[in-house]
DNA sequence: GAAAATCCAGAGTATTTTAGTATGCTTTAG
DNA sequence: CTAAAGCATACTAAAATACTCTGGATTTTC
């Protein structure tokens, strides 16, 4: 039950750009280095997370990144989503979509795929249920 | 998010021997082809659970494994923790233990730390509440 | 309009983890 | 004695992970 180093390096690399919200693009290269996360790797990161729509580019000279909404509105169930698929403890469990087309078929398997659907929907409950916002509140 | 084979494995194998409590000891074999799983890796798993205790084994003909305690008294964060590893989603939230000896020592990495802890806190709390008789209750 | 700073894209690679095999030994009932 | 079972450890193949590498495209500034 480990995140990717996607995952966790989204999670920061979202915070970074929280805490400057208002600040304008900030240079990747600065959170990159804040942050201790390889460059190219980071932008690997950034570009999930531009795709999906979490995050707002510029170019050049003077470009950077910034979240696409306010801290607020931004949960971190989607963040991890975006970097590291949706969360499936077993293949069996794979999306909200098709619960029942991939089952094992195997005898007692249906009483364990019980406890891995309760799973995932905890683990989503608690990642949707706190935004970066909350996050920076938590600063003590 | 993923559980590891050994974790959905035993699980699996540990629901079949409290669907058998009462039953004297189950050979590993029948257990292995109930549930499809390869004997010499299911071996290795329960090798796992009978050094923590979960389950006793019996040698020679007529051996087998059985639950070290009732259904009501096993819980699934136990048996995955023995064969997972604790939940660790990641590495700087490594143990209960040791909460503040392995920082990143990053910036704003506290801020994402303390949302690790509380997804670790919110899944071992859900595994340290559902027993092996609770999933049986679940069949329909 | 050249240069520099930045984002963008995809291929390649090295390491680690995972999931499983292989081999062989020990114990016990009958 | 033999067969059925557990026990132990080493090995390996495949997959996933965590990056690196190379080269481009865009935009501001001078």
Chains 1, 2 share one sequence.
């Not at 996607?6 to 804040?34: D, T």
Request: glycine share 8%; aromatic share 6%.
């Amino acid at each position: 039950m480990r995140l990717s180093s996607r995952g966790e390096y989204g999670v920061r690399a979202m915070i970074h750009l929280a805490l400057n919200y208002h600040q304008g693009f900030i240079p990747l290269s600065s959170i990159a280095s804040a942050e201790d996360i390889s460059q190219q790797y980071l932008e690997q990161i950034f570009a999930s997370l531009r795709r999906s729509g979490l995050i707002l580019s510029n170019r050049g000279v003077k470009g950077g990144y910034t979240l696409a909404l306010p801290p607020q509105s931004i949960y971190v169930g989607d963040i991890i989503r975006v970097l590291d698929g949706p969360i499936t403890p077993v293949g069996c469990v794979s999306d909200e979509g098709d619960e029942d087309d991939s089952r094992c078929g195997k005898s007692n398997s249906c009483l364990a795929r019980n406890l891995w659907l309760k799973l995932r929907d905890h683990i989503n409950q608690l990642l949707d249920s706190i935004t970066l916002q909350d996050m920076l509140n938590w600063k003590q």
